[in-house]
């Protein structure tokens, strides 16, 4: 990495952000395009978000990254949203424009159906999610836009799958949690984008005897890479994505923005993201 006056700057808002793989990440960009410039953590109190955004646009950064609990409060902040931010109701990428705007977008869509897409081919139709939170936002949309025919979700809080029904239509049909084995039924991708099976939380009590054997099992967690239920998926021959592929990803697009090279995502990569810090 090489450091001028003219560096380009760009980071990471957070609260906390010391967990954060984006620095490391980026750092790897950086130094192997050999860009002037810098990817930098940013532990960012919620109170002090406004002022802390408008400092950094005024410091002469390019934009930033917005992470917990920050993505609502960045939706509020922009003058320009992109469509899938608009879907998705949250912005994790910020662009500052030349004429001093500040420009928000979304790229969790991206990230899930690009890491699909570099390990499996997949062909549309009936797709499961579990969960209904802020990922399975992003990736309804992903699905939605990729060709899916239906998409069954499955939360335990059955109202807020329920709502997200609502927003979307009737694309999405609803099951009750106890039963989300037999919603895998002639489904051709099962994705799980809950914390279940993260290490440190609860395990994913699912079993997958009806899933095809044909469909792809994705989840969308990377601590561990292989969780229990891509592990049994595995096992029975499906094929299998870890959630590590959809944080790179999603990465892409604001680093182009922020440094003007398309970056890509290989398996050298992967390895450093995941080495231990």
């Not at 939706?75 to 990428?93: E, L």
């Not at 009737?170 to 002639?186: F, H, K, L, P």
């Not at 870890?242 to 290989?266: C, I, K, S, Y």
Request: glycine residues 10%.
């Amino acid at each position: 990495m090489s450091l001028t006056g003219n560096a380009a700057l760009a980071g990471v808002m957070g609260w906390p952000i010391s967990h954060s793989r984006s620095p490391r990440l980026h750092g790897y960009w950086l130094e192997q395009y050999g860009i002037d410039g810098a990817y930098v953590p940013l532990a960012v109190a919620p109170d002090r978000f406004g002022d802390a955004l408008k400092g950094l646009q005024a410091a002469g950064f390019r934009g930033v990254n917005v992470t917990v609990p920050h993505k609502e409060a960045a939706f509020r902040a922009c003058d320009t949203i992109d469509p899938d931010a608009k879907r998705i109701g949250a912005i994790n990428t910020i662009l500052f424009g030349d004429d001093g705007s500040v420009q928000g977008s979304n790229t969790d869509a991206f990230g899930f159906i690009e890491n699909i897409r570099q390990t499996a081919d997949w062909p549309g139709g009936v797709a499961v999610v579990l969960g209904a939170g802020g990922a399975a936002r992003a990736i309804c949309v992903a699905l939605i836009d990729a060709g899916a025919t239906e998409i069954r979700l499955i939360n335990r809080t059955k109202s807020r799958a329920e709502d997200l029904s609502h927003e979307f239509g009737n694309i999405i049909r609803v099951y009750d949690w106890e039963n989300r084995s037999d919603a895998q039924i002639d489904a051709s991708l099962l994705v799980n984008s809950t914390s279940l099976g993260m290490t440190g939380q609860p395990p994913l009590d699912i079993d997958l005897d009806h899933l095809p054997a044909s469909a792809i099992v994705n989840d969308i967690v990377y601590a561990p890479l292989e969780t229990p239920l891509l592990a049994a998926a595995r096992k029975r021959g499906n094929i299998i994505v870890d959630g590590l592929g959809m944080l790179l990803h999603q990465a892409r697009p604001g680093f182009e923005a922020w440094f003007g090279t398309a970056p890509a995502v290989t398996d050298a990569l992967r390895n450093f993201v995941l080495e231990p810090k």
